[in-house]
């Protein structure tokens, strides 16, 4: 258990819905980061929370949202959602970079049908 | 556009031999490299890191190596174990990315450790 907890672990929905991925970080930790990991592809940057706000942006859709609350968790939303949606879904916590690396959950996987 | 590349998407090495597991990345301002391991139905785990102000980082059987002339770096992996075998993240921070540490991603290599 690395401390960092995804609900739910699968997902299966139709195109055109939406649904929300839930991310409790590890104790502690402030930052929560969201990854998308398609076939074949590597762990592609969706967006960071710091502490409740938003930090950073990567290759998130317009179609997708993400906050984090007061109690730290985080949640993201995909909405009218694509087949090209369906892929793993990583969250993540750290404090530093430097201090060794994020602490990723197990991820949910998302497929659209 | 990739800024970080792994070109091996699998790697095959027998037990008790050396991995060798390479990257290559474009953005001149990543100062900080990472490797993470990962096994199916896990998320990726931290395995060890490297400044860029080194070139040389090591931690038990894993050695991370980084030119930066090259732009590239490689994680050794010294005697390779079966429990070795998982697939293997590259990973870069740029610092100057508005002070946000999202880290960019290789598409991973996928280690078989053969007995």
């Known amino acids: 258990d690395s401390g960092v907890t995804q609900t739910p672990k699968h997902l299966i929905t139709a195109t055109g819905q939406r649904v929300t991925l839930r991310c409790s970080p590890r104790?502690?930790?402030?930052?929560v980061y969201w990854y998308q990991q398609s076939l074949d592809q590597g762990l592609q940057f969706l967006i960071q929370?710091?502490?409740?706000?938003?930090?950073a942006k990567g290759n998130i859709l317009e179609r997708f949202s993400a906050q984090q609350f007061p109690d730290l968790h985080s949640e993201l939303n995909l909405s009218s959602l694509e087949l090209g949606d369906s892929a793993l879904y990583f969250c993540?916590?750290?404090?530093?970079?430097?201090?060794?690396?994020?602490?990723f959950g197990s991820g949910t996987r998302l497929t659209v049908v | 556009d990739q800024q970080v590349k792994q070109n091996s998407p699998s790697l095959s090495v027998q037990e008790g031999r050396i991995s060798i597991l390479n990257c290559d990345y474009t953005?001149?301002?990543?100062?900080?490299f990472l490797w993470y391991k990962k096994y199916p139905a896990e998320g990726p785990t931290f395995l060890i890191s490297?400044?860029?102000?080194?070139d040389k980082n090591e931690d038990g059987r894993f050695t991370v190596f980084l030119n930066k002339s090259a732009k590239h770096l490689s994680l050794h992996i010294v005697p390779s174990q079966p429990g070795d075998s998982a697939v293997y993240f590259c990973?870069?921070?740029?610092?100057?990315?508005?002070?946000?540490?999202?880290?960019?991603f290789g598409k991973g290599t996928h280690l078989i450790i053969q007995p």
């Open positions: 993540a916590s750290s404090g530093r970079v430097g201090s060794g690396g994020y602490t």
């Open positions: 104790s502690g930790d402030l930052s």
């Open positions: 929370y710091y502490n409740g706000e938003e930090r």
């Open positions: 953005n001149s301002m990543f100062d900080y």
């Open positions: 490297i400044s860029s102000i080194k």
């Open positions: 990973a870069a921070s740029d610092p100057s990315g508005g002070g946000a540490d999202g880290l960019t």
